[in-house]
RNA sequence: GCCGGCGUGGUGAAACAGGUAGACGCACCGGACUCAAAAUCCGGCGGGGGCAACCCCAUGUCGGUUCGACUCCGACCGCCGGCACCA
């Protein structure tokens, strides 16, 4: 072997071993326990960048290291090829998208294959490929079947910069996700999952998932928002229709001074019909809708309103109440008519003091601050708008007062009797509403799965038969960015004959988001490639033991998948109820603070690095610098002394190469003694540390930071015997074994130089021995008062008398303690004794 | 505003179960090798004081619990992320 660590000599030799040899392809076994590493797969963009790096290598680690335990382990890799860019390329430089992906995908995949990952390239997916997105077409018409897919109009996000629709989870500060153009609202008819069928299993679920992190948790569970309270009809004075609200507060009903209704309601034009305020309210509404969504959800907007010249009757006090058009309120959420109650909630507290509008008290607190809201302070409807003293609403919990039969209940008592009050009066029912609506799913694009829908003018809308999928995506297109979907224009797609009545039918041109081919691929790697069935394979490697990925998906992707994975379990396909039993979201890679993205201008090329310095050096530098959860601060210097740390190694294989070459490594750690001794020792306490590190969560800064410690010691190393060398073998192949895993190339490299035949990736992971790692000879910390005033080395296991009389004869503590008093000593076995005087 | 996370040397970070704060790496300083430099190797490296043995201070701030607190409790400050007229 050359004297010199020169990565670029031998990383694409091995790279072509592990394939050829097909050594990550794997198979269903039942007789071996499986483990199924996933990284979320890259989206084509032509060029991996640091972030790829950093998540693959930690999936990586994973992988090879749960194989070298004895798993049968599944790590795939594919592409999520459908989606925007492409189209944007297309627009651009007039390369067809397919095209376009197909030369990203031949990069990206080389580049990656350049780090060594460990991949059943063989279960590779492509979800522009027409024999995968023909299971979306396929699943879309089971949910369609289902009811769980359907068509309905209304008011979407609009993205004019893409010229698509997008979901409500694709909307960031009325933004769009992507292109961070402003979203405006759209009337427009378009295909839905019915994803809220699923709101309340997939809040509950949330608690079996013990392996995520909280923070997504709370965010999946913040964007489903479940509020639970009741729906109350109230009757609307001189008519014979009826309001109907909803509420969580029912506790407040007693303190309903006006209604609210959202300018979208469509009972507002009812009830101004022919009135004197008609043309003032209509104007209202134009305005309020006029601006629009993003404006009037934001917080800042003054909250306006009208009254309609029509009142509504409290059915539980009778009372007569205004109704009032407000443009706070959404049309979307509950009813699209709220009930106001201004002392108990912020909103209708404004609104009430603007317009002069009664305010009245129905909670106190029971434990009363300085405030009108004690039990001494003001009752009943006390002045309008600002007269008062208020300063704000009440809107925690208390004691109820004027509120009829319900006056001194607690807030929470009041809750539970007037809801079952008004369902048993018939005024109303509980209901519990979900801030999660469902999954719009059409996009006005090419570049996506075509749904395979057709309209008869006969027959209506009808699913292409499954016998007929997939519905294949036409290649002879124009793609200009204008005038809404390019598929509306071909003549030979559109065109079509229904299935039931063979008469001419049309092809719906929308195509679907592309979150929905990220939604079940999990489950597409578990087939052998081209070979689809929705059995034996998936039960035995769902659900993904490990996922690994960024947070953003945090609600997006992660909430889509989880929802496909109930749908498919209902279809019959498949028996779990969670696709990802353990979730890691990994931190950003940044440099100078900030992202590294192009717009910044900080970006590392990852094939420069591998270029420089090889794949091991960049993979170990990732995965060094940082736990994997927090985010990376990227430092050139950190990359050289990663490469220097795999120069020491390979210089100390290189050195002693002669010298160990026919030795055996097996070696009884009770032959031992002296310095051959203490280098077993620590070869065990290392593989216990980098054992231990990688067990719990992951934390391979740690586990590498032993490894150089290990490297070090045999580094000052030198050996006197035959003994000495063959523990100086077993110390170096133990090393590679722990290593192979980070740096898998020159683990393997060193591994055969010493004569191994076999891959170091299928080789055992050590396992230590407790006897060999406890040293005979402890430090004891010695203080006094908990102060450090002393260090001895005792025999290890040393009793509490001998640690005592040894600490106190010790000259200086002996000094310290001259004429004192001791109060009391603490002795913590083989660690530390603390006097007390 | 609400929810969550995080604040440790010059720097990335360690400290797993309340027990030596700063492992490992980087930077820096000194030395060896060299005509010289790079590479490599050896040594030092939280701050302050002292000739020295040693002493004092130090994990965002202030307080508490404890023989002993980066770790537990309370209040506050700062940064990051998410949600936010959702009735």
Known sequence: MSERYDPKKIEEKWQGYWQERGIFEVKEDPSIPKYYCLEMFPYPSGNIHM??????????????????????????????????????????????PANWTDRNIASMKNQIKGLGFSYDWKREINTSAPDYYRWNQWIFIKMFKKGLAYKRRSSVNWCGSCETVLANEQVNDGRCWRCETEVIQ?????????????????????????????????????????????????????????????????????????????????????????????????????????????????????????????????????????????????????????????????????????????IRVVIVQDNPPLSPFNNGGPRGIIGKGGEGGFEGAYEGEGIMVDSGPFTGLRTEEGKKRIASFIEKEGFGEKKVNYRLRDWGISRQRYWGTPIPILYCDRCGVVPVPENELPVILPMDVEITGKGGSPLARIESFLRASCPKCKGAARRETDTMDTFVDSSWYFIAYCFDKGNIDFKSAISYWMPVNQYIGGIEHAVLHLLYARFFTKVMRDLG?????????????????????????????????????????????????????????????????????????????????????????DLD???????????????????????????????????????????????????????????????????????????SPFAPHISEELWHALGHGESIALTKWPSFDEEAIKEDEVLVVIQVCGKLRGKIYLPANSDDRLIKESALKERKIAELIRGKEIKKIIVVKNKLVNIVI
């Open 51 to 96: 972030g790829h790096v950093r998540t693959y290598a930690i999936g990586d680690v994973i992988a090879r290291y749960k194989r070298m335990k004895g798993f049968n382990v599944l790590h795939p890799m594919g592409w999520d090829a459908f989606g925007m860019p492409a189209e944007n390329a297309a627009i651009e430089h007039g390369v067809h």
């Open 186 to 358: 759209k009337e427009l008819e378009q295909w839905f999952f019915k994803i809220t069928d699923y709101a309340e299993e997939l809040l509950r679920d949330c608690d079996q998932l013990t392996g995520w992190p909280e923070k997504v948790l709370t965010m999946q569970k913040n964007w489903i928002g479940k509020s639970e309270g009741v729906e109350i009809d109230f009757q609307i004075k001189g008519s014979e229709k009826k309001l109907r609200i909803f509420t969580t507060r029912q506790d407040t009903l007693y303190g309903v001074t006006f209604m609210s209704l959202a300018p979208e309601h469509p009972i507002v034009s009812e009830l101004v019909k022919e009135t004197p305020c008609e043309k003032e309210v209509m104007n209202f509404i134009e305005r309020a809708k006029r601006q629009g969504i993003l404006l009037r959800t934001s917080a800042e907007i003054e909250k306006e309103g009208i009254f309609t010249g029509t009142y509504v009757i409290n059915p539980l006090n009778g009372d007569e109440v205004p109704i009032w058009v407000a443009n706070f309120v959404l049309m979307e959420y509950g009813t699209g008519a709220v009930m106001a109650v201004p002392a108990h909630d912020q909103r209708d507290f404004e609104f009430a003091k603007k317009y002069g509008l009664p």
């Open 573 to 661: 396909l498949i028996k779990i109820d969670e696709p990802f039993t353990d979730l890691l979201t990994q931190g950003m890679v940044i440099k100078d603070g900030a992202k590294m993205s192009k717009s910044k201008g900080n970006v590392v090329d990852p094939n420069y690095l591998v270029e420089t310095y090889g794949a091991d050096t960049a993979r170990l530098f990732s995965l060094f610098a940082a736990p994997p959860e927090k985010d990376l601060e990227w430092s050139d210097q950190g990359v050289e002394g990663a490469y220097r740390f795999l120069g020491k190694l390979w210089g100390l294989v290189s050195k002693y190469k002669e010298r160990i070459d």
């Open 665 to 739: 490594g097996g070696i009884e750690f009770k032959e031992l003694e002296g310095k051959g001794k203490s280098l077993y020792r620590k070869i065990h306490q290392t593989i216990k540390k980098v054992t231990n590190d990688i067990e719990r969560d992951f934390h391979f800064n740690t586990a590498l930071a032993s490894l150089m410690e290990l490297v070090n010691v045999m580094n000052s190393f030198e050996p006197e015997s035959d003994t000495d060398l063959r523990v100086f073998r077993n110390a170096i192949e133990t090393t590679l074994i722990l290593l």
